[in-house]
């Protein structure tokens, strides 16, 4: 069983999914009310004991519950096309101390991959005036119905030798 803490980063950043997926459910309809009405206001999770007031439900009670949520959930999007992914992000962050730069292309066509080199013209180095960089990860999260992918580009950039 998952801790209250472990729950909210899952419950949080799921939350439209599961108010569209479970929100009539007689089981987390009221939970799920209370979470979005909480965090539309605050920004933030609510304590545990600030739920427990508001559920009329006992500390237990409610790590069960936001546990049994979790878990129907995982079921729930591990059949073929139930989560839904509406938005994908691509952000090139190339780091080169002390200054990161974050550049968000639109209409990427293709996905450079690990260890190639990329020309990025709008950054070039002062020093060396060169805007090859090479990749050096890919991360990739999927939350909340988006797929947000980093491609993070090592500086000094590559030599290219012609």
């Known amino acids: 069983m998952l801790s209250y803490r472990e729950l909210q980063y899952p419950l949080i950043t799921e939350l439209e999914n599961l108010k569209d997926k479970f929100g009539e459910n007689d089981k987390y309809a009221e939970l799920l009310s209370v979470l979005n009405a909480y965090i539309t206001k605050h920004n933030e999770f609510p304590y545990q004991k600030e739920l427990v007031k508001s559920l009329r439900i006992k ?15 995982q079921d729930l ?10 938005d994908t992000e691509i952000q090139f962050i190339v ?28 950054l070039t180095r ?14 990739h999260e999927i939350s909340g119905g988006k797929h947000v992918m980093e491609v993070h580009l090592m500086c000094p950039p590559v030599e290219i030798t012609y």
């Open 59 to 73: 500390r237990v009670e409610l790590v069960g519950l936001m546990n049994d949520l979790y878990h129907d959930f």
């Open 126 to 139: 002062d020093h060396q005036g060169a805007s090859y960089f090479k990749v050096d990860e890919i991360i």
């Open 77 to 86: 999007m591990s059949h073929r096309e139930a989560y839904l992914i509406q």
């Open 95 to 122: 780091r080169d101390s002390p200054q990161i730069w974050i550049v968000s292309p639109a209409n990427l066509k293709i996905l450079p991959r690990l260890g190639e080199t990329i020309f990025l013209p709008t």
